[in-house]
């Protein structure tokens, strides 16, 4: 259903613009690519499309690393890609190869007013918000505006935190803990990234992890070339 016809159907404009056509739902089903393959095989072939994704864990879990794999997944796949990047973390340096995401720096008080902005501007496929070590009082109301939005658009939207925060607004939710290894005896140099990402929830289209009589845990390494 076009925008035009809704609104001739419903006779309100503002109605009329949160009615999600058919199509879009459709499309919103499935996975996209973590762009790790154990990633990708424990969340049953990646992060849900149309819904939010909680990556939660402290400075050096992984998280940032697992955000950068997944805004190159999409942007390899042809994708149009943001970052909503509360922290000013972003190292251009690290983008990856097949192109760069629209970057958006910002202040985490006004981080998912940006993020919903862009979703509801649409054709972006995933938008990516790392919210660094903020520890804000976001009520109820922001996250399900922000998973409206993605459910309309079909855009996976990854949601970085430090400690889980969206409960049952998120589809998917993945905790993270890091071991950082340094090289040498002198001035420290990191050498590698050992993280454990347990899935919470989302291994199967919303269910509890803990319901799927699979593993809910997978290890994985980054190393400065990751």
Partial sequence: MSSSRALELVGDPEIAARIVPLARLTESRGRRSSGIAPLDALLNGG???GGLTEL????TSGRTAILRAGLGAALAAGEAVALVDAGGRLDARALPAAGAP?????????????????IGAGGFGMVAIDLCDATLRIPDAAWMRL????RAQGTTVLVGVPHPRLRSFAAAAVELEGTAAFLGDGPPLFGRLDVRAECRRGARDGAPANDEGRSSCVSLAFTCRS
């Avoid at 939660?56 to 400075?59: A, E, I, L, T």
């Avoid at 629209?102 to 862009?118: E, F, G, Q, S, T």
Wanted: contains cysteine.
């Fill in 47 to 49: 992060w849900p499309r």
């Fill in 147 to 150: 998973r409206h939005a993605a």
């Fill in 56 to 59: 939660s864990g402290r400075r």
């Fill in 102 to 118: 629209l970057w958006i720096r910002c202040a985490p008080d006004r981080a998912l007013k940006a993020a919903d902005l862009v």
